[in-house]
């Protein structure tokens, strides 16, 4: 198959020894081609925009840009371009977060690579690459999909995807300046957005977020 | 003739001469009447005369003699003589010599009135009379209040005194001053100098001074001193006295009131030190700032440690804010103390501690944590009372303590999974130098094999390793939606540890035997990780097997009230996770998996669930086994239990939430009824989004029927045609129902106003979930559109 025939896929993660792991893998694939490698998600537009891919396989906790609102930016630029989540950790909130922010698909790094093909073969067929129970906790409505308002909701499938990502840092140890910088976003948004979801947990104090952060997979210990 | 006089129109002013008419003048508002010299008949008299007594006016115009305006006031008169005549004869008698005293009439009329007599060159007599009611009853009064004042005196429960001023004696004294004094009221009687033996000696002189000064000068006082009582005890008073008025043929006095002050002087006392104490704290210190603001938060006090904490002087604050002087504050800090301030006004409530960074006068950040007490008074906030600490270092301190632990427990961790990986490694470098030595085709077969089994050894490590943090720091999740059917769990679940229990070459065999009691019906956990906690514990139970035996699992109901003892979950349960549950009534499943094996003794069971603690040989085991089962189960809200002997085998009881209704709607059977999907039989979703398209594909595929995307139209096997209203216009549908009368055509979303939709689409409004896919089909199956092909 010539190169013009495979699909471009690009690939994100930070760590050099996996995306030459997944580029050797992939392009084993005679119907796949890896378009471009990023060490973070900041050059993402620019990127799809000179390459066009079709897909593109992301890692979750990188430096840099939050993927997930990454995602959303994508969707809305390059709304036939298929992103795909690569994580180490197989997590409800990540799923739950990938789902909302607009991806195709989760896979668990550490699942077999023919796992992986298949659940990237799946979404360039046009289906849905994640387990049936995350998707349960979805539903159809006003034109998007959104989490399903049941008694059994956890708190913090009630954040939005921004939301998360301030919580995120927050629990990273970033004061609201910082955080401001990061998303380039001012300091008095960044606050609303702590008030809004430190409402929601009902949680007080900074040192209380973090530790539910790190309970709820949000972050790293 | 002066005009008071012309006007009157009781006077005879022809008789009246010069020298009278200014004896006349002279009366001023008084009542008077002359009489003549010769005869002494009224000559004239003004209107006030005969008001004063109620005289009719033409009675004094008939020029009566002195006689008799004699005998009519005599008749008017309360306090007159017994003896008329004898009344009668003193007046005449004063009106030859007139002069002398005043008389005071008291009149039936109830007016005061007193008189006097003068005569006039010419031998006239001129009587004028002063109406003196109201001063009289003025000082009755007075006289009335001054009895009442001596009565208080006497019994007031304060001590009273009255010192007459012109004798410098002490009139009175309430016998309540024993209680002030400890000393009798009569010893306070007589020269009012005497007091002072009963006086502090420290004090006697002030006393003496005051009291001395206030008499000869008849002034107010006001002085604390203090008396010895006689046993000895000391009583601080205040003593305050002033003049009373003074009225005719009354002597100066003043009357004073002693106060027992002792305990008022205690507190005083006391408050003072409390102050000096609390003064001397707030400038002492150096991590924190006491200060004052008004509402404006512009502050009004500031204490000196503020030179200490922030370089700045006490003075160079004052009417500022905190975070005026540096421009780069951080504006939400600001924010964050705008915000407190204006919710402690609104709710008159002390606000939440928060933290800001405050700058030194140099520049330096110094983060402080801040608590704000609102002053209220009358209902309103007047100002706030604040503390100000520096908590820079604390939170340096705290930060690298935490870094500490987590390098602590990283190292744990490291040293354990470096050893493993070290020894997984071997086998890769060693399969990958002889695969480039000696790539000859039947070697690379069994190299590859060994590298791919080395590999697939770490991705299991890992998985474990991430499986067990992500438990250990993961919130319980009990109330989750997860749940798994216990009968078909063990139903799937018992093969796969027989096959995980076979025991190696050389080792005797094992057997496992179940025992499915009452379990309810379902558990609150993930099937898949359920799976791999029990899985562990059959490992161990072979693993202490080494002569063979019989592994028991028993699946029953955990007994009441198990949750209760579950203290990890509710500690560690996330805010608002639990509230109003009711845990000691919490059903529950229980796991018991019990062995034949070597047991453990009481140093291996304390350490059981570390992480990386193992009794096996290195590469045998990654020692995360019982760990991950501990945080599995913790995860899911439950408990794990263990019970074993050194050569009696071990027995570990897992208890997870259980549910006793079902969680999920029944899975959508067609068929049995002739309702069957036909084969080849199914929906065309065609959607805008492909994405949501995919979505309500796997939801449709998971109820049962075949469904696929596309956004053309419905060709002959679509028996079902699910649309976007916003993609497909009426027209277009209508065109395609034409010639396909038997397809559903079902359309996801509100009802579109455009004219020209077949009524034969049914709409779906509202959201679409996992629930509503079977009402889609159900939607589609009711209008009788899925035929099978061979019906």
């Known amino acids: ?221 | 003739m002066n005009d008071a006089i012309r006007h009157d129109p009781a006077l005879r002013p022809e008789a009246v001469s010069a020298e009278l008419e200014r004896l006349i003048l002279d009366t001023a508002d008084e009542g008077f009447c002359l009489f003549s010299a010769p005869d002494s008949r009224i000559i004239a008299f003004n209107q006030r005369f005969v008001d004063i007594f109620g005289f009719d006016p033409q009675w004094a115009n008939t020029e009566p003699t002195v006689e008799a305006v004699a005998e009519a006031i005599y008749e008017r008169q309360r306090n007159r003589h017994p003896d008329r005549a004898e009344h009668i004869q003193r007046v005449l008698k004063r009106h030859e010599a007139p002069g002398g005293r005043e008389m005071e009439l008291e009149l039936l009329s109830g007016r005061f009135v007193v008189g006097r007599t003068q005569a006039a060159r010419g031998g006239e007599r001129l009587y004028t009379f002063r109406d003196v009611t109201s001063e009289r009853r003025i000082l009755d009064q007075l006289q009335a209040e001054r009895q009442r004042l001596a009565s208080l005196v006497e019994h007031a429960p304060v001590a009273m005194y009255i010192i007459n001023c012109a004798t410098g004696m002490t009139t009175q004294v309430s016998r309540s001053i024993r209680n002030v004094s400890g000393h009798e009221a009569e010893s306070f009687m007589g020269p009012s100098i005497d007091w002072e033996r009963h006086v502090h000696p420290d004090d006697r002189a002030l006393v003496r001074r005051t009291i001395s000064d206030a008499i000869a000068g008849q002034h107010f006082y006001d002085i604390d001193y203090r008396y010895i009582r006689p046993d000895g005890t000391v009583r601080w008073v205040r003593d305050t006295a002033g003049p009373l008025p003074v009225a005719e043929g009354m002597e100066p006095q003043l009357v004073g009131v002693v106060m027992d002050l002792t305990r008022q002087k205690t507190a005083e006392r006391e408050l003072r030190q409390s102050e000096r104490r609390f003064r001397e704290l707030i400038e002492g210190v150096s991590d924190f700032i006491f200060y004052e603001h008004d509402v404006d938060r512009k502050l009004t006090y500031v204490s000196p440690s503020v030179e200490r904490m922030l370089g700045y002087g006490a003075d160079e604050l004052l009417g500022h804010r905190f975070g005026e002087f540096h421009p780069d504050h951080v504006a939400a800090d600001l924010a964050r103390a705008r915000e407190s301030v204006a919710a402690a006004i609104e709710t008159r409530r002390r606000q939440p501690q928060y933290e800001v960074v405050l700058r030194r006068k140099s520049g330096e950040p110094v983060l402080c944590e801040i608590m704000e007490y609102p002053v209220v008074a009358k209902g309103e906030v007047t100002g706030f009372h604040g503390v100000a600490r520096d908590v820079t270092a604390l939170r340096d301190i705290q930060q690298r303590l935490r870094e500490r632990e987590r390098l602590a427990i990283l190292g744990t961790f490291a040293g354990g999974l470096a050893h493993d990986l070290n020894n997984l490694l071997l086998p890769i470098r060693a399969g990958l130098d002889v695969l480039e030595r000696d790539p000859a085709p039947s070697k690379v077969a069994s190299r590859v094999n060994s590298i791919r089994r080395a590999t697939d050894h770490i991705a299991e490590l890992t998985k474990k390793l991430l499986m067990w943090t992500r438990h250990e720091a993961s919130q319980p999740s009990a109330f989750s939606t997860t749940a798994t059917d216990i009968r078909s769990w063990v139903q799937e679940a018992l093969p796969f540890y027989q096959d995980a229990v076979v025991a190696p070459e050389g080792e005797g065999a094992i057997e496992v035997r179940l025992d499915l009691r009452d379990p309810p019906r379902q558990a609150k956990i993930d099937g898949g990780l359920l799976k791999q906690a029990i899985l562990n514990l059959f490992l161990n139970a072979r693993d202490s097997m080494t002569s063979g035996g019989t592994i028991t699992l028993i699946v029953d109901r955990s007994p009441a009230g198990w949750a209760a003892a579950v203290e990890p979950l509710a500690a560690a349960a996330s805010p608002g996770e639990y509230k109003g549950v009711d845990r000691a009534s919490l059903p529950g499943v229980r796991f018991t998996v019990t062995d034949e094996g070597c047991g453990m003794d009481e140093s291996v069971l304390q350490r059981a669930f570390d992480p990386f603690f193992s009794t096996k040989s290195r590469g045998k085991s990654t020692g995360l086994g019982l760990a991950l089962v501990g945080s599995i189960v913790r995860s899911a809200g439950g408990q794990v239990q263990i019970r074993s002997r050194l050569g009696q085998g071990t027995s570990i009881t897992v208890d997870v939430p259980a549910l006793d209704r079902p969680s999920r709607p029944e899975p959508l059977r067609l068929g049995a009824d002739g309702e069957r999907m036909a084969p080849g039989a199914r929906m065309l979703i065609g959607l805008r989004d492909p994405r949501v398209a995919a979505f309500v594909r796997t939801g449709l595929v998971a109820a049962g029927v075949e469904a696929r995307t596309g956004a053309g139209q419905p060709e002959a096997d679509d028996a079902a045609w699910i649309i976007d209203p916003d993609l497909h216009g009426p027209e277009a549908v209508a065109a395609v129902l034409e010639s396909r009368a038997d397809l559903a055509v079902i359309a996801l979303g509100p009802r579109d106003d455009r004219p020209g939709w077949p009524g034969a689409i049914l709409w779906l409004d509202g959201s679409v979930n996992a629930l509503t896919f079977r009402s889609i089909v159900d939607a589609a199956r009711q209008r009788n559109r899925f035929k099978g092909r061979d019906e």
């Not at chain 1, 891919?53 to 993927?67: C, F, K, T």
């Not at chain 1, 690459?129 to 959104?146: I, M, Q, Y």
């Open chain 1, 1 to 221: 198959m010539s190169a013009a025939h495979r699909v471009g896929i690009v690939v994100v993660d930070d760590h050099e020894i996996a995306r030459e792991g997944i580029r050797s893998r992939l392009e084993v694939e005679p119907d796949l081609t890896v378009l471009a490698e990023l060490p973070a998600a900041d050059d993402l537009i620019q990127v799809c925009e000179k390459h066009h891919p079709q897909l593109v396989l992301m890692d979750i906790d990188m430096p840099g840009a939050d993927p997930f609102t990454m995602i959303a930016d994508l969707r809305r630029l390059f709304p036939e371009i298929r992103v795909v989540m690569l994580s180490a950790y197989v997590r409800d909130g990540y799923m739950d977060a990938s789902v909302q922010s607009g991806a195709w698909g989760y896979i668990s790094k550490n699942d077999p690579f023919d796992v992986i093909l298949k659940a990237v073969r799946k979404v360039l067929a046009g289906d849905l690459a994640f387990p049936p129970e995350v998707l349960e906790r979805f539903e159809f409505s006003g034109g998007n999909l959104r989490r399903r308002a049941t008694e059994a909701t956890t708190p913090i499938s009630t954040l939005t995807p921004r939301e998360l990502e301030v919580m995120r840092l927050i629990a990273k140890g970033l004061s609201t300046k910082e955080i401001a910088g990061v998303l380039h976003r001012s300091p008095k948004t960044i606050d609303a957005h702590r008030t809004s979801l430190m409402r929601k947990l009902d949680i007080d104090d900074r040192v209380e977020l973090t530790r539910y952060a790190i309970r709820e997979g949000i972050v790293e210990p």
